[in-house]
C-alpha cells in the first residue's frame, strides 16, 4: 500500500518515482529495477521463442545434422567465431534471464575481469631490486627514516642492518642508501602475490648450466686418458711379448729368417686373439630383451608431428618413423615390421589360402581343422610348383636357352667377392670372419664336472659316457687319465673272468691232480720225487688265470673252515640255552614273529623312545642353565635306523595338511 505511487514503463525498464520513504529505503528501489529488468527480458525471451511447427523443426533438425557431418557451415556467435556444432545443446544454450537474442558461448566463458591477474614473464626487465646507487646519499636524518641506518624505505622494526650502539638519528653518520620500492601488488590475485620467482631473470640460470657442463667436459677428458692409458698398456704388453718370441727364434738357426717372421706375425695374431677382455665395472652393460631406461623412447625416434603415430595407451609405433630409410638399416623400423619377419607371413598365407578354399565352396578352416589346413595347403603348393616346372620345362624345350639359367653368380663370375678371410698355417682365422657354425635349440659344448669332453662323447658296452676319463656315470667328476686306466683295469679283470669261465675243464683236471697228489703221500720216496717233478712242470705249463683261480680257491676253502668252526662254537650255546627255547619263542622279536609285525613294533618303540626325548628336551629348556647338571645336554650321535626315520616321519604335521588341526600334538 505503501508503494502505490510507483508505475513502470515497460518500454524504457525504467521506475519513475513520485514519492520516497527516506534514504534508508533506496534498496528497495533496487529491487524493483532489477524485478523490472527480470521481467523485461523475459517478455522479449518468450515473444522470440515460438513454438516451432513441424516443417520448421525437420528444417532445423537436418540444418544441425548437416553442420556435425561438415556439409553446411557452422554456426557464429556474436563475435563471428564459429560454434562447433557437436557441442550439446545444454552447453550451448543459453539460460532466458540472459536475454541473448543469438546463439553465443559467452555464458561459458570466465569475465576477463573477475581473472585473477599475475605478473608478467618478463618483468624482471622492469622488475628492480637491491640498493638504489643512482640516488644520491643522503648527509643527514630525515624524519621518518629509519632510526638504524637512516634509509626511507623501511623502518627499525623492519631494518636487516646489525643493530647500531648509536642509530643513525642520533649521529647523523653512515646514511644508509634508499632501497627500490616494487610497485604496488594488490591487484594481484594470490598466485601473484605468493609468487617465489617473481622477478628473476632466466638467463641468470646459464651459469649453472655452464658450471655442470665443464664438470661433464673434465669427466669425459679423464676418462679418454684412462683409455689411453690402457690402451698403451696393452700395446707394451703385446710388444713385449712379440720381443721374447723374437729372441727365442732368433735362437733357432735352422729356420730362415723369412720363417722367423712369419712365425712373429702368427704368434701376434695369436697373442692378440687369446688376449683376455677385461671387464670394466664402471660401464653399464644392460640386457637387451626389456625396455629399459637407457633405450630411447619410441616416440623420440622422429620429433616430427606429421610422422608415424605413437599410442601412448598400448606404447606402440605401428609406423616406421624413420619414412624414406631402409628398415634394415635403421635401430627401430616400426612394430608393424615384426608382423612381417619370422613365421607371420607363412600364417598370413595358410590363413589366405584357407579364404580363397571357402570362396570356392571348400569347407576349410585354418583354426578349426588346422590339420586339413595344412595337408590341403601343402598339396596345393606341391601342384602349383610341379605346373611352374612343367611350364618352365616346355618353354625352354621350345625355345631353348637352359644354359644361361646355370650360370654362376655374379659374385663368382669374375672369381671375386666382398667376404675376405685369412687363415693362418694352423688354419686359425687371422682376418675377417669365420663361417657361422649352426647351432640348435639343445644346450651344447657343456662340460659339468670339470670334463673336457661332452656327455655321450663316449661308447663301451653298451653305455655312454665322457671319453675324457671313460666314465659312464653322468653325476661323476672328471679323473682324466687315471679314471682311464681304472676302466681298462675294469675290462682286464672282466677278460680274467671270462678265461676262467672258458677253462674251466682245465681247472677240474688241476684239482684232481692235487687231489691225487695229496693221496699219495705214503708212497715211496722215488714216487714223491717224480711227482714233485710233475708238479713243477704243471706249474710252469698253468696259465696265468690258472694260478689267480687257485688263489680263489684256497681263499674260500679257508672261509668255508671258519664258518664250520663258527656254527660249532653257536651250536653248543644253542644247547646251554634249550631250557629258555619255549619261552623265548613266545616273547616278541622271535623267529616266528612276521616280518610286517616285527617293524611295526620297531617304529612303535621308536616313536616312544622320540617322545621320550622331546619330553625331556622342553623339560631341560625350561630348566634354568645355571640349574642344569654337567653334561646334560650331551647325547648320541649314531646314525639313525630305518625304522627311527620313519617314526620322525609319521611324527612330522605339516602346514598345509587340513586335517593338522584336529590331530592331537602328540
Not at 536475454?99 to 561459458?108: A, I, N, Y
Not at 658296452?461 to 665322457?466: A, E, L, P
Request: charged share 40%; with cysteine; proline share 3%.
Amino acid at each position: 500500500a505503501k508503494f502505490t505511487n510507483f508505475t513502470f514503463d515497460t518500454r524504457e525498464t525504467k521506475i519513475i518515482s513520485t514519492y520516497l520513504l527516506g534514504a534508508e529505503q533506496r534498496w528497495i528501489v533496487i529491487t524493483c529495477l532489477e524485478i523490472a529488468h527480470v521481467q523485461s527480458v523475459a517478455r522479449m525471451a518468450n515473444v522470440e521463442k515460438k513454438k516451432l511447427s513441424r516443417d520448421d523443426f525437420h528444417k532445423q533438425k537436418e540444418l544441425d545434422e548437416a553442420r556435425k557431418a561438415g556439409t553446411a557451415p557452422a554456426e557464429q556467435d556474436e563475435h563471428g567465431q564459429d560454434i562447433n556444432p557437436h557441442i550439446p545443446q545444454y552447453v550451448s544454450q543459453a539460460p532466458w534471464y540472459l536475454g541473448f537474442d543469438r546463439p553465443t558461448l559467452t555464458h561459458q566463458r570466465q569475465d576477463e575481469d573477475k581473472l585473477e591477474k599475475v605478473a608478467p614473464l618478463d618483468e624482471w626487465e622492469r622488475y628492480k631490486k637491491g640498493v638504489n646507487k643512482n640516488a644520491p646519499k643522503a648527509k643527514k636524518f630525515r624524519k621518518g627514516a629509519c632510526t638504524n641506518c637512516g634509509a626511507m624505505t623501511h623502518k627499525k622494526s623492519e631494518c636487516v642492518e646489525r643493530p647500531r650502539k648509536l642509530g643513525a638519528k642520533y649521529t647523523n653518520k653512515n646514511i644508509a642508501r634508499d632501497e627500490f620500492v616494487p610497485k604496488d601488488i594488490s591487484e594481484l590475485g594470490y598466485d601473484g602475490k605468493h609468487d617465489r620467482w617473481r622477478g628473476y631473470n632466466p638467463a641468470e640460470y646459464q651459469r649453472v648450466v655452464n658450471e655442470y657442463a665443464k664438470v661433464e667436459e673434465e669427466k669425459r677428458k679423464m676418462k679418454a686418458k684412462q683409455l689411453r692409458e690402457e690402451k698403451f698398456q696393452q700395446r707394451k704388453e703385446v710388444e713385449d711379448t712379440k720381443e721374447k718370441d723374437k729372441e727365442k727364434a732368433a735362437g733357432d738357426e735352422s729356420d730362415s729368417s723369412s720363417s722367423d717372421d712369419e712365425d712373429g706375425d702368427e704368434m701376434k695374431y695369436a697373442e692378440q686373439s687369446n688376449m683376455i677382455s677385461k671387464i670394466d665395472t664402471k660401464n653399464r652393460v644392460s640386457v637387451r630383451n626389456l625396455r629399459i631406461r637407457e633405450d630411447t623412447a619410441k616416440y623420440l625416434r622422429n620429433l616430427d608431428v606429421n610422422s608415424a603415430y605413437y599410442d601412448p595407451k598400448t606404447r606402440t609405433m605401428r609406423a616406421n618413423p624413420y619414412e624414406g630409410k631402409d628398415p634394415s638399416a635403421v635401430p627401430f623400423a616400426g612394430d608393424n615390421f615384426v608382423r612381417y619377419t619370422g613365421d607371420v607371413v607363412d600364417i598370413a598365407q595358410r590363413q589366405i589360402f584357407a579364404w580363397d578354399a571357402t570362396g570356392k565352396g571348400e569347407e576349410l578352416h585354418a583354426q578349426a581343422d588346422p590339420t586339413l589346413a595344412e595337408m590341403m595347403y601343402k598339396q596345393y603348393q606341391g601342384k602349383k610348383d610341379d605346373f611352374k616346372q612343367n611350364q618352365q620345362k616346355s618353354v625352354l624345350e621350345k625355345y631353348g636357352g637352359e644354359e644361361h639359367l646355370k650360370a654362376p653368380p655374379k659374385e663368382l663370375l669374375m672369381a671375386q667377392s666382398e667376404h675376405y678371410v685369412e687363415y693362418s698355417k694352423l688354419g686359425r682365422v687371422i682376418k675377417g670372419q669365420e663361417k657361422a657354425i649352426a647351432r640348435s635349440k639343445y644346450l651344447e659344448d657343456q662340460h659339468p664336472g670339470n670334463h673336457t669332453s661332452v656327455w655321450g662323447s663316449y661308447w663301451h658296452q653298451g653305455k655312454w659316457g665322457f671319453a675324457c676319463c671313460h666314465s659312464c656315470i653322468r653325476e661323476s667328476f672328471c679323473t682324466g687319465d687315471r679314471g682311464k686306466e681304472a676302466a681298462s683295469a675294469s675290462d682286464a679283470n672282466a677278460i680274467l673272468e671270462a678265461d676262467e669261465h672258458s677253462k674251466g675243464e682245465s681247472t677240474e683236471e688241476t684239482r684232481a691232480i692235487t687231489s691225487r697228489e695229496d693221496a699219495a703221500e705214503g708212497t715211496s720216496a722215488a714216487d714223491e720225487s717224480k711227482a714233485a717233478e710233475e708238479e713243477e712242470v704243471d706249474d710252469r705249463s698253468k696259465s696265468l688265470v690258472q694260478l689267480h683261480k687257485e688263489q680263489q680257491q684256497k681263499t674260500l676253502e679257508d672261509a668255508e673252515e671258519a664258518a664250520r668252526k663258527d656254527r660249532k662254537r653257536k651250536k653248543k650255546k644253542d644247547k646251554k640255552s634249550k631250557k629258555h627255547k619255549k619261552h623265548r619263542s613266545h616273547a616278541p622279536g622271535s623267529d616266528s614273529e612276521d616280518e610286517d609285525t616285527k617293524r611295526s613294533r620297531k617304529i612303535k618303540e621308536a616313536m616312544e623312545k622320540q617322545k621320550a626325548e622331546d619330553a625331556a628336551a622342553d623339560k631341560l629348556l625350561a630348566t634354568d642353565e645355571r640349574s642344569r647338571g654337567y653334561g646334560a645336554i650331551s647325547g648320541s650321535f649314531e646314525e639313525p635306523t630305518e625304522e627311527e626315520m620313519e617314526a620322525f616321519r609319521l611324527r612330522q604335521q605339516r602346514a598345509d595338511d587340513p586335517m593338522a588341526q584336529f590331530m592331537n600334538k602328540e
